[in-house]
């Protein structure tokens, strides 16, 4: 079992940073790829950035390409989203998730935190 909690989330201005953190409990951390997700208001969840159980692959949707970060410490069970040069249209709320590797659906949901950017 893995408990998941995020952590960073705020109201910014466009052009501003937030760096969004999810502290995992347990300790097989190591051993799971974990995914940020978002879902903006009124629209489908969609995954944002994930990194793989060493840190060494990452991956990330085009709209947020070249502005997000996605880092992990295992030795601290946390994973990092590091928002830079945020958009109006980044306005959601950001999930972490961790997926057993080679599984394509994450298994552990945490719950979520809101980031809010005016213009």
């Known amino acids: 079992q893995v408990q998941l909690v995020e952590s960073g989330g705020g109201l910014v201005q466009a052009g501003d940073s937030l760096r969004l953190s999810c502290a995992a409990s347990?300790?097989?951390?190591?051993?799971?790829?974990m995914d940020w997700f978002r879902q903006p208001p009124g629209k489908e969840r969609e995954r944002v950035a994930t990194?793989?159980?060493?840190?060494?692959?990452?991956y990330y949707a085009d709209s947020v390409k070249g502005r997000f970060t996605i880092s992990r410490d295992n030795a601290k069970n946390t994973v990092y989203l590091q928002m830079n040069s945020l958009k109006p249209e980044d306005t959601a709320v950001y999930y972490c998730?961790?997926?057993?590797?080679?599984?394509?659906?994450?298994?552990?949901w945490g719950q979520g935190t809101q980031v809010t950017v005016s213009s």
């Open positions: 998730a961790a997926r057993r590797i080679g599984v394509s659906e994450p298994v552990y």
């Open positions: 347990g300790r097989t951390f190591s051993s799971y790829t």
């Open positions: 990194i793989n159980w060493s840190g060494a692959s990452t």
